[in-house]
């Protein structure tokens, strides 16, 4: 039955994008990269519930629907607006939310259920999960975050090591050599870097390793080591020992969030 739900709500997803399409069937290139986007965190949504080996049939469900339409409304923002930045069209996670509710998306589950789905969608997107939350919507709202974070990290190695061509990604900032060192003490510590305060490329790649201090799951943590995606990251910055220590630091908060989780642990 579960199966059928998400089978059910997949082709309603299909057609949806599908208005998108044109004659020949093709999207916007830049679509296309965010219908990936959206199978690519299907697929870690996967991964994380089979690695957390702790939710039931239910839990799982909704977590693979807030993965399935929780950049619901990219293709109608790029439609209407050709970006996919918020602030110059409207916010993602909250309109995202609303066309659950306008497409009459999967009418079938128990209303708390489909709550829960619009909650965590609504809320995939914002720098922290408000306080006022409701705390039983807490576990899909973490895994739909954790997803799409391990996914832009996977897009954002991609771009950086010679596919240029996701667009995607827009950064507006210069490639230029160097980095701002109060940027790099700030990561170190496992504070948050703020965009505004990035000078260039090398800064923005430093502020992705707060990342591995906002991972809610074990099992996510354990993806992004087995990946290496911070070490791809670090790759592509320049030599030095306080960015090797960066990698470090990161590396080690999510090997001890990992093994938090026995099923988690890394076999011996
Ligand atoms: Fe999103």
Request: charged share 25%; hydrophobic share 40%; glycine share 4%.
């Amino acid at each position: 039955m579960d199966t059928d739900t998400f089978t059910r709500a997949r082709a309603v997803f299909d057609s949806h994008v599908a208005g998108f399409r044109d004659a020949a069937g093709t999207l916007p290139f830049a679509l296309e990269a965010k219908f990936k986007h959206t199978g690519e965190v299907c697929e870690i949504t996967e991964k994380i519930v089979a690695g957390e080996a702790r939710f039931s049939p239910r839990e799982t469900l909704i977590f693979r629907l807030c993965a399935l339409f929780h950049d619901l409304s990219r293709f109608e923002q790029y439609a209407q607006f050709k970006t996919f930045l918020d602030r110059n069209s409207f916010d993602h996670g909250d309109r995202s939310a609303a066309l659950i509710d306008e497409l009459g998306l999967v009418p079938e589950l128990p209303p708390a259920d489909r709550a829960c789905i619009i909650d965590a969608v609504r809320v995939h997107n914002k720098f922290a999960i408000p306080a006022d939350f409701p705390p039983e919507h807490l576990d899909a709202a973490k895994m739909v975050r954790d997803a799409d974070k391990l996914a832009i990290l996977r897009l954002i190695i991609r771009f950086f090591t010679g596919d240029y061509s996701d667009p995607t990604i827009k950064l507006e900032l210069p490639d230029t050599p160097g980095w701002t060192p109060a940027i790099l003490e700030t990561a170190l510590r496992g504070n948050c870097v703020v965009y505004t305060e990035m000078r260039n490329v090398n800064d923005f790649k430093i502020g992705l390793f707060a990342w591995a201090g906002d991972i809610n799951y074990p099992a996510s943590a354990a993806l992004a080591l087995d990946e290496d995606l911070f070490g791809r990251i670090r790759a592509t910055l320049p030599e030095s020992d306080r960015i090797d220590a960066l990698l470090e630091t990161a590396r080690s908060r999510l090997d001890t969030f990992r093994n938090l989780n026995p099923s988690c642990r890394q076999n011996p």
